[in-house]
C-alpha cells in the first residue's frame, strides 16, 4: 500500500504570524489538502506558538472531526507536561514525540534512545492509555539496536529524520548512501513490528527513491517543500503531486 501524505501545516501558519490577521487561514489550507487527496495533517506547537498557535489545535480537530472522518490528526513535539496536556486535551490519532529544544529552529535529530528510555517509556504508556498511538522520532542511520530500543518504550511507530537525505539534493552518490542508511533503519524497525514514518525535507522529486528503497513506508508527513511548491501550483496540485510521489493513484 503507498504511503499516506500528512500535510504539516507549520509553514503556512508562520507565514500567517507575520501580521496580526487571520490569513492564510491555516484551517481552510488544510481543507484544501485534505480535499484534494491527503489523509491528515500534522502540526508541530512549540512553547513559543511561533508557527502553529494552541488555539489552532481545536479548530484542526473539529475540521477532522465533523469533514474529514477517515483522516488523522498528527501532533508532534517533545513530551513536556505542556504539550502532554495539549495531547490529551486534542485528542489526536497520533503522537510523535520529537527530541527538540524549544529553541531549535526545527528538528534536527532522534531520540537518544540509550538515554531517554525510561522517561519514553512513561510517556508512551500516558499517551496510548488515552487512545493515541505513538511515534518515535529516530535517526535513520542504520542502527539496528536502536529498533529494539524504540519498541521496547511500547511506541507502535518510528519517524525517520530524512533530513540528510533532503540535503543531498545536489549529490546523488550521497542521496543513494543516505537512503540506504534509511531503508536499513526502517527494515530493522519492520523486523520488531514498528510500522515506519519518514519526514523532514521530503520533496516530489526524493520521494520516488525513498519509498522504492522503503515499500512499507506508512507515512510520510510534509511540510516545508509542500508549502514552497504550493506557491508555484497552489495547494491542491501540489498534494495531488505529492501524493503520486509516493506512488498514489490519485
Known sequence: MPAKLSVNLNAIAMLRNRRDLPWPDVADLGRIALRAGASG???????????IRFSDLPILRALIDDEFPSAEFNIEGYPSEDFLALCEATEPEQVTLVPDDPSQATSDHG????????????????????????????DGDGRAEAMALAKATGAERVELYTGPYGGCYDNPDEAARQVELLGLTADAASEQGLAVNAGHDLTVANLPLLVKRIPQLAEVSIGHGLTADALEYGMAE???????ACGQTI
Open 111 to 138: 531520540w537518544d534512545l540509550d538515554k531517554h528510555q525510561d522517561f519514553l517509556k512513561g510517556v508512551v504508556t500516558r499517551l496510548k492509555a488515552k487512545g493515541m498511538r505513538v511515534s518515535l522520532f529516530v
Open 238 to 244: 501540489t498534494v495531488r503531486r505529492f501524493c503520486r
Open 41 to 51: 495533517l500534522t502540526v508541530h506547537p512549540r512553547p513559543d506558538q511561533r508557527h
